[in-house]
């Protein structure tokens, strides 16, 4: 016996069939209204920590205000000025010690003009060291007023007392006390002068912000203003000295304060390594927590730590909870509005719901910008205007995420060519620094040799003109004499080279004009070795005006490279010698150039070692010493060249040898 198959109304069939689009319109509805509110309370909540933090600041900056006040305050007027100039040093501990208690200032201590502490508040018996090397106290010794944050090293902190130091020692819930380089101070350091306004010496004081939880829960309770949830406090704050919680009231498992525990890698990484602002949801010891954190800056800008405020993400989960109660419901009664509704449309359902089948249908299939034409003023209509929205969104997301694949490409092409272009850089001013070491090392091992030379030789080469003139012009040995006379002369040359070399001479500036002097020199080379097949070029630009330095100096460079370009030419060639301005506007350029022989693409970097030549005769220095020329008029010389088609020098001078002139 068979059963009969069911058989369902065509009403029942329409209705199912249009609660089925509903159900899912109010479905996407949902999601989206549960993303937009969550989104809505996060960005507020984000707004909510910004401005937390900038609270935070506001205390921080007061806490240091305070210091600042108290010594200014101390240094301009009372008789600090009086007993810093007596010298008396019971009336100076009088005097600061009952300062640095009321006041409630970890360090006050007192210097002299020259930089010499003449007292400590906190060490009274430990006086004498030197502190100009303070930035805070050398400021203050030039009349300024320093005051900001800074890390005290761990062998200055020594002297300032061993309860400081303990205080500075950090040790997390696991009893193992974390290493730090110092410790973190709020400085000041004023001037103090006498009435006529000679300045006598610098008063400097801090309070240490390692352990300093007082501060972070004075901070805490200006932020949050003492809110508590289920027993627990809504917001924390914390200072970082580097990535370590050096003070803070974030609490462990076990309810102690977090100190010695680090920041996350990202927070690092955008905080401490980039100087900028982080504000998100972060893991935080035990809990999560909605976070900012900005950076603590040295006197001289330099991240040294950071500045956090945090609050319970739980407070606003529960927010999120709620809202999206109150929308499922809202959404739950518009659904059964809707089914009532179906049954009574149904029979006018079938065309439009055959009509948005086939368009869903167009859309699955990949076909985009697909629009529905029902014009009806009833759930269909709002449902094919609901599909119409969709499909727009669908486009311009598909858009959006085309567009940042793109721009993510452009910036990962950008961020490598920045890597590249600074390895690069990093490698040339290795190279630098291993060429100016090896000169230096080189000298002095030259100075010495040619000292150790020059007394033998002074004696062979006397003896060697007295054997001249006792052998005959036409002996047989006299051949040999002479090659003796010239090979001595030889080793002269090589050994005044190397005391050339080796000396590395005193600059004596003076005007030099460019230009003049490289046509000069263009048109004295013939004297020294023959211009024979040899076409020179000379472009000097108007705009090379002169530099200062050294001319006997220059005149030495540009000929070594001048007398180069003509040897490397012993078939013939074009000496090209040219001058312009180069950027920055105070620079100079002169470019020597060849069309000789080139060097080899490997002996390009040893062309500037001293005793490296690939001249039958040479010695190896010219370069060498020219190199140390140019960098001591604060230039640089470089070269470029194509083996068999030839080689060019560029020099480039700066105009003055005073900065910024």
Not at 465 to 473: N, T
Request: aromatic residues 6%; proline residues 3%; glycine residues 8%.
């Amino acid at each position: 016996m068979t059963l009969p198959k069911l058989r369902f109304p065509i009403k029942t069939k329409l209705t199912v069939a249009t609660l089925i689009p509903l159900g899912i319109a109010i479905l996407i509805c949902w999601m989206a209204g549960v993303f937009i509110l969550s989104s809505k309370v996060a960005a507020q909540a984000q707004e909510k920590v910004r401005y937390d933090l900038s609270v935070a600041r506001e205390a921080y900056q007061s806490e240091l205000s305070r210091i600042y006040d108290v010594v200014k305050l101390t240094a301009s007027f009372g008789r600090t000025a009086e007993t810093i100039a007596s010298g008396d040093r019971r009336a100076v501990s009088e005097s600061l010690s009952s300062l640095r208690a009321s006041e409630r200032l970890d360090i006050l201590a007192a210097v002299d003009a020259s930089g010499k502490v003449i007292f400590r508040a906190n060490n009274p018996e430990l006086r004498g060291d030197d502190k100009t090397r303070n930035q805070f106290v050398a400021r203050a010794l030039k009349g300024e007023i320093a005051s900001g944050t800074t890390i005290l090293p761990s062998s200055e902190l020594e002297l300032e007392g061993d309860s400081l130091v303990r205080q500075a020692r950090i040790f997390p819930a696991a009893g193992t006390p974390v290493q730090l380089n110092g410790a973190m101070f709020l400085l000041v350091a004023a001037p103090v002068r006498d009435k006529a306004g000679n300045l006598l010496g610098a008063l400097y004081g801090g309070v240490l912000l390692n352990n300093n939880q007082k501060l972070v829960d004075r901070i805490r309770s200006v932020v949050y203003e003492g809110a508590r949830k289920n027993g627990r406090d809504v917001g924390n704050s914390t200072i970082f000295q580097g990535d370590i919680r050096i003070a803070t009231n974030v609490p462990n498992t076990d309810g102690s304060r977090a100190v010695g525990t680090r920041l996350s890698a990202p927070v690092q990484e955008r905080v401490l390594l980039k100087g900028a602002k982080w504000v998100g949801r972060a893991f935080v010891v035990n809990d999560w927590y909605l976070t900012a954190y900005e950076p603590i800056l040295s006197l001289q800008g330099v991240p040294i730590g950071a500045l956090y405020v945090g609050m319970l993400e739980s407070q606003y989960s529960a927010v999120k909870i709620d809202m999206a109660v109150l929308l499922s419901f809202v959404l739950l009664v518009s659904g059964l509005v809707g089914v009532s509704m179906a049954g009574f449309l149904g029979r006018k359902l079938s065309q439009p719901i055959r009509e948005l089948d086939l368009l869903a249908r167009r859309v699955a299939a990949g076909e985009r910008n697909v629009k529905s034409s029902i014009d009806s003023r009833d759930e269909i209509g709002d449902l094919a205007v609901r599909f119409n929205d969709m499909s727009r969104s669908l486009v311009e997301r598909e858009d959006s995420i085309i567009e940042l694949n793109r721009n993510l490409e452009e910036k990962v092409q950008s961020r490598t060519a920045e890597l590249e272009e600074k390895n690069r850089l990093l490698v040339q001013t290795r190279e630098e620094l291993l060429r100016v070491e090896k000169l230096a090392a080189i000298g002095e091992l030259a100075a010495g040799v040619a000292h150790e030379i020059n007394n033998p030789m002074a004696i062979i080469r006397g003896n060697t003109e007295l054997l001249q003139l006792s052998v005959p012009e036409e002996a047989p040995i006299r051949e040999e004499v002479d090659t003796i006379f010239q090979q001595v002369k030889r080793v002269e040359r090589i050994v005044s080279n190397l005391l050339k070399f080796a000396r590395r001479e005193q600059m004596e500036a003076g005007a030099v004009r460019l230009n003049e002097l490289l046509h000069e020199i263009v048109g004295q080379i013939g004297h020294q070795v023959s211009l024979e097949r040899i076409e020179i070029a000379e472009q000097y630009a108007e705009s090379v005006a002169q530099v200062e330095g050294d001319a006997d100096q220059l005149r030495q460079v540009f000929t070594n490279l001048v007398l180069n370009a003509v040897q490397a030419m012993p078939s013939g060639g074009v000496l090209s010698v040219r001058t312009q301005q180069v950027e920055p506007a105070g620079s100079y350029e002169v470019k020597v150039g060849d069309t000789g022989v080139g060097i080899a693409l490997e002996n390009l970097r040893q062309v500037f070692n001293p005793f490296y030549t690939t001249k039958a005769n040479g010695t190896g220095l010219g370069l060498s010493v020219s190199y140390g020329i140019v960098r001591e008029h604060g230039g640089r010389i470089d070269v470029e060249s194509v083996p068999g088609g030839g080689s060019t020098f560029t020099v480039v001078l700066p105009r003055s040898q005073t900065p910024g002139a």
